[in-house]
């Protein structure tokens, strides 16, 4: 019987294509008379990063960011690209515990970098607590800004934890979990279906403040 | 973005004497950089990464200040216990700029050289003398109201973004930096950020090749610390109007504004105003406003947040 066609197949079936184009152009820098070639060759730089516990070694371009490595190379798609700007936080990832958004940074700057993508947080067998929420309290629509939001949200719950103030923290030494430090904290991912009130329920939620 | 070159630098002086060479640039969280990087404003040749220089400590100096390294990030800085207790403003002013993801990132020196959200400046079809040095400015007669109303030129309008800077300025901050011959100078804070006149694209008192090393600030003031920030959202939105104060004890008050100016904006007059009260002080810090038709309301606004604030100390 033939694999039924998925969308995430047929974009790893793509990448992997894309990705032989520079194994060709690798052939042709070693023939002569293909000074652009050697040219282009000689910029690609080696890095290698633990990306949801795994090594991996990677030949890239310095101008590629964090989130096409992770995209494009790595096939790891459940990272996304939205703005591409760091404006609408849909590539936040966690970066040596720390989530930033992939898209406006460099991935030969992480060398030696451990990075948590969503599909490090949990499998669809062993949800992370934050997917199991968002499911509980419909945090999304379309879904496409939800692995970002969760990714931030579970980076937020240890920044409360561990004293960082924020623009909503009334006293700078006194750092609590409220509904409001999580809307402020959570401005940088954008939801354009708007679900923001169920995403601060299921972030409520695995803080352990419901008070259903 | 353009094709560049990528290295990691050993050491602060082998940083500043690559950067002297043409078309190389630092690079630091990339937040800004890489942003303008991909609208090709920017397109540096080569890159050197100076976060692994060891610019990432923040350590009391021998005056009673305090000394803060190039590389630390803004949610360090904002977060470090001596900062929250001894320098309030300067948290409360970097928590209000940008979102976590971007704090987690961006830096102390990178913040300082963030460049102008004019909308001229990003839009690549629009003249702007800034990014295109004698192309004009298509922003003075054009969509003007985000822009600056104090210390503009007939060449550039544009305002500065930062809303550390403008607790720096206020806190009196001297900036560090190691230059492409090894050379240590110290540059006050007043003088870093230059004005536009003729020159819009030169934003700083920094040398080519010259790098932040650290920003040095004098011992504690005391007094009572706000940093209020009027925008158009509530969160993750750059200034309208922003006011630094700190409220003195002997009635000596000092402030500083973002939002409105070319640079972070502070003047002895508005100082000087504090014990007249909220209106004398808007007065004083508005001499010489050029504002447009766009962006003339930002002087009430600057006046009805130096009220709040007033309000604010003496509750």
Known sequence: MPEPLSRRGL???????????????????????????????????????????REVHLQLDPRTTLLDALREHLHLTGTKKGCDHGQCGACTVIVEGRRINSCLTLAVMHE??????????????????????????????????????ICSAVAVLEEIEAGIPSHATEDLDRVAFSDSEVRERMSGNICRCAAYPN????????????KA | MRPFTYSRAASVEE?????ATQGARFIAGGTNLLDLMKLQIETPTHLIDVNHLGLDRIEPTAEGGLKIGAMVRNTDLAADKTVRRDYAVLSRALLAGASGQLRNKATTGGNLLQRTRCPYFYDTRMPCNKRQPGSG????????????????????????PSDMAVALRLLDAQVDAVGADGGRRSIPIADFHLLPGETPHIENALKPGELITSVTLPKPLGGTHVYRKVRDRASYAFALVSV?????????????????????????AADAAAPSGAAAVAEAALSGARPTAQNAFKQQLTARTLASLYRQKGA
């Open chain 1, 11 to 53: 974009l790893q079936g793509s990448a992997a294509a894309a990705v032989a184009i520079p194994v060709l152009g690798e052939a042709q820098a070693a023939a002569p008379g293909r000074p652009g070639r050697q040219k282009e060759q000689a910029r690609m730089n080696a890095v290698g990063l633990t990306v949801n516990g």
């Open chain 1, 112 to 149: 030696g970098d451990h990075v948590t993508t969503i599909e490090g947080l949990g499998t669809p067998e062993k949800l992370h607590p934050m997917q199991r929420a968002f499911i509980t309290h419909d945090g999304y629509q379309c879904g496409y800004c939800t692995p970002g939001q």
């Open chain 1, 199 to 210: 995403i601060v329920a299921a972030i409520r939620e695995v803080a352990g403040e419901d």
């Open chain 2, 15 to 19: 940083a500043a004497k690559t950067a």
């Open chain 2, 137 to 160: 400015c298509g922003a003075i007669k054009g969509m003007s109201r985000s822009l600056a109303i104090l210390g503009t030129s007939d060449a550039c309008i544009a305002q500065h």
């Open chain 2, 244 to 268: 630094a104060a700190v409220f003195g004890k002997d009635g000596r008050s000092r402030f500083a504004f973002g939002g409105i100016g070319a640079k972070p904006w502070r003047t002895d």
